[in-house]
């Protein structure tokens, strides 16, 4: 039986949703992913790719099944309105395909090894959610929330419904790119699960959730049978921040949550995270119009600039990964 599974992005996300998709269904070959495709490009390429294990929905699809979720687009800037769309996603999946099970997954993430063991260890609890487990030194950053959207299982029983149902009406009403006292885009009403539904699990396995924030310090290395960490399994890496800023250089996120690129394990994936990355970019690269790719028709001068400081903090802080020649070959 598939396991499923929804993420969505655009064609600019377009490469880093290749590596996951493909990540996931390497060593998950139950798992099923239904994309939704934020732009035209996105959708042609991916029809293009013809991954057997996706199906991909239409953004226009979802908003004439959800009028709810359209009538938000003009009050809200663009991420702010990709914000809202999480929640309906998933209620969409559950309410109009009928799915018994689905979990959100955030695009720009890998896996590395099965993610079956999240869902042994939550048994038959109705909703899934992955804690944030801040290194020491960010604890403050808990303000923002305790958990993180990367992945959200939620299961097609009355109590997952009920807690979806409430997360759905509380983006609708509100989902904005800022802080308030307990609100913040789509992730601080996480907190809320917990403490006021039933069923509701939190990921307690070492290997789910390793991302930039909890890096620092985690007890990282590499076995005979792969990437460990507090002696278990890694099954997925969280990329946030990873970036290409000219030839074989890029930033991996590192420095915004100042964490340390002293871990050879941890070069080591993230190596594997940005040559999968690449690759990727060449094979988008040969799918759409690069001036839709590389969102020429933002500022040149801008876009000079931001590179440039995220190079400047990533030599200061020592977390630039050089890349080696890549072999001519597609991500696909």
């Avoid at 695009?107 to 801040?134: C, K, N, Q, W, Y």
């Avoid at 299982?153 to 308030?180: H, I, M, Q």
């Avoid at 907190?191 to 909890?214: C, E, K, Q, R, Y």
Wanted: charged share 20%.
């Amino acid at each position: 039986m598939p396991r499923h599974f929804c993420t969505y992005f655009d064609h600019q996300y377009l490469p880093r949703g290749m590596v996951m998709l493909k990540s996931l269904h390497e060593h998950y070959l139950q798992a099923h992913v239904h994309v939704l495709c934020l732009s035209d490009e996105c959708h042609v390429a991916l029809s293009a790719m013809a991954y057997p294990f996706v199906t991909l929905i239409r953004l226009d699809e979802l908003e004439a099944a959800d009028l709810e979720l359209a009538a938000t687009r003009s009050t809200r800037s663009r991420i702010e309105y990709y914000f809202t769309i999480t929640s309906c996603l998933l209620w969409h999946l559950l309410n109009e395909h009928g799915l018994d099970e689905v979990t959100y997954l955030d695009a720009d993430m890998m896996f590395f090894s099965s993610p079956e063991p999240l869902f042994d260890e939550a048994g038959d609890a109705s909703v899934i959610i992955t804690p944030h487990r801040f290194s020491p030194h960010l604890k403050h950053l808990s303000k923002y929330g305790l958990y993180n959207v990367s992945w959200m299982t939620f299961r097609n029983t009355p109590p997952g419904l009920v807690c979806l149902s409430w997360y759905r009406k509380a983006c609708l009403e509100w989902c904005f790119d800022r802080l308030e006292e307990r609100r913040y885009a789509d992730q601080k009403y996480l907190d809320v699960f917990p403490v006021s539904f039933a069923g509701v699990h939190i990921m307690t396995h070492p290997g789910g959730g390793l991302a930039p924030w909890n890096l620092e310090g985690a007890d990282i290395c590499e076995s005979p049978t792969g990437l460990r960490i507090a002696g278990a399994p890694l099954i997925f890496y969280h990329a946030q921040g990873v970036m290409h800023i000219a030839g074989p250089f890029y930033i991996t996120g590192l420095q915004a949550y100042r964490a340390k690129l002293n871990n050879p394990a941890v070069v080591s994936f993230l190596k594997e995270y940005i040559s999968r990355y690449a690759r990727a970019s060449e094979t988008a690269l040969q799918l759409i119009d690069s001036v839709y790719f590389f969102g020429i028709r933002r500022s040149k001068k801008l876009n000079y600039l931001r590179k440039g400081k995220h190079l400047l903090l990533g030599v200061l802080t020592n977390t630039i990964i050089r890349l080696p020649p890549l072999p001519s070959k597609g991500a696909r």
